[in-house]
């Protein structure tokens, strides 16, 4: 038998979730599901578990499908653990048409990982993404919050020295 892990709502957390409910009718608590799923992710270290899902379905009082449907659709959502960093790219139209590929292949041998793979260190998880709404700064990633366009290999560098000093 599998022991599930505990995953618990913080105050903190609910008190947020409530402020997106506020901004709803009281019987469109569906309309949350996003924010809140985001909220739990923060609080689990940057990904959904099945328990951390239970606990949004049930504090909004929805079917724990519909909460599972949002988050397995969206690529914002983690559903395993990920490294420190989070490493969006783009490949997608836009993207590709400016050098997304060779972007994405000086990720990979930088890093020396794949997409949705984690660096030894656990430093940082490299995830492809279908558009990051960047298209007039194409070729963009974005690195856990914070997006970066016009990329070039010497940027990734950069970058890449950035995030191994924190």
Not at 4 to 14: M, N, P, R
Request: proline letters at 4%; a negative charge; glycine letters at 4%.
């Amino acid at each position: 038998m599998v022991e599930k892990t505990q995953f618990v709502l913080s105050e903190a957390a609910k008190s947020k979730i409530d402020s997106w409910l506020a901004k709803y009718p009281p019987e469109q608590k569906r309309s949350a599901v996003i924010p809140a799923l985001h909220i739990a992710q923060d609080e689990n270290q940057g990904w959904l578990s099945d328990e951390a899902m239970e606990a949004v379905a049930d504090y909004l009082g929805l079917p724990k499908m519909a909460v599972f449907e949002v988050a397995t659709f969206y690529s914002m959502y983690n559903l395993k653990p990920i490294g420190k960093h989070q490493i969006s790219v783009c490949t997608n139209v836009s993207c590709m048409l400016k050098g997304s590929d060779k972007i994405a292949e000086h990720f990979k041998n930088k890093l020396g990982i794949s997409f949705n793979e984690t660096t030894s260190d656990g430093n940082a998880t490299l995830k492809e993404v279908e558009c990051l709404a960047a298209c007039a700064g194409a070729p963009a990633c974005m690195i856990d919050k914070t997006y970066y366009e016009n990329l070039t290999p010497e940027k990734i560098d950069e970058l890449l020295r950035g995030l191994s000093s924190t």
